[in-house]
């Protein structure tokens, strides 16, 4: 089944503690990207990436790191989480830019930083 | 920037209705537009996909259409189920650039038994 598969699910972690958030897909999309969701402010998207080795900003990158070594993996980490990135993480690919299948979303990171 | 703003925020209404939900966006420069839904606290569903170069894609009971040019795009619902109730937002993806898809807000409907 095509998929983008994220963990974990859910996950409470302590301010300062480093984490890694895993995003993986099977459909060979060169273009994957990072959203964050939070209530009343909707869905932004915090890094993408259009291929491997290649990286970018999006929105709001503060406070977040990604890499893309292998086409199929896209992580994000956390390196010293604070509150304020409490939130609903979803991960997305495409096959690329404009293309023809849109997006794919995987089924999101609920985090808690406390 | 692209800016996308969908009406109503909320909706409710009783089951057998037809429901027409806006979604307006600023740069009319784009590849395509997505409509997903979202079941609370849940992932994104993909709807339906609109390339620019089209005016309306159809998927069994539901219908979206593009005016680019104006920056519109609508999702009709015919005969709404409860099974409908969710919240459906609307994602066009820019061109050029490195924006991506930029949502709206989203609208949140309930369809009443």
């Known amino acids: 089944e095509a998929q983008v598969t994220q963990n974990p699910r859910y996950l409470i972690t302590v301010t300062g503690k480093k984490l890694t958030v895993t995003c993986s897909q099977n459909?060979?999309?060169?273009?994957m990207s990072w959203y964050r969701q939070d209530p009343g402010l909707g869905l932004r998207q915090i890094y993408y990436?259009?291929?491997?080795?290649?990286?970018d900003k999006g929105d709001v990158p503060e406070g977040y790191k990604v890499s893309r070594k292998e086409k199929r993996n896209f992580p994000l980490i956390l390196e010293s989480p604070s509150p304020n990135q409490t939130s609903l993480y979803f991960c997305?690919?495409?096959?690329?830019?404009?293309?023809?299948?849109?997006?794919?979303f995987g089924s999101g990171t609920r985090l808690t930083v406390v | 920037k692209q800016e996308v703003t969908q009406i109503p925020a909320a909706l409710s209404v009783p089951e057998g209705e037809n429901l027409v939900l806006n979604c307006s966006f600023t740069?009319?420069?784009?590849?395509?537009l997505q409509w997903f839904r979202q079941d609370p606290g849940k992932g994104l569903t993909s709807l339906l996909l609109?390339?620019?170069?089209?005016r309306e894609q159809t998927s069994g009971r539901l219908n979206a259409s593009l005016d680019k040019s104006s920056g519109r795009s609508t999702l009709y619902i015919a005969a709404s189920q409860p099974g409908d109730s969710a919240t459906y937002l609307c994602?066009?993806?820019?061109?050029?650039?490195?924006?991506?898809?930029?949502f709206g807000k989203g609208t949140h409907l309930i369809i009443q038994p």
């Open positions: 997305a690919s495409s096959l690329r830019r404009g293309g023809q299948n849109g997006y794919t």
């Open positions: 740069d009319s420069a784009i590849y395509n």
């Open positions: 459909m060979n999309h060169e273009y």
């Open positions: 609109i390339q620019s170069s089209q």
């Open positions: 994602a066009p993806e820019v061109g050029g650039g490195a924006d991506g898809l930029t």
């Open positions: 990436s259009m291929n491997v080795e290649v990286t």
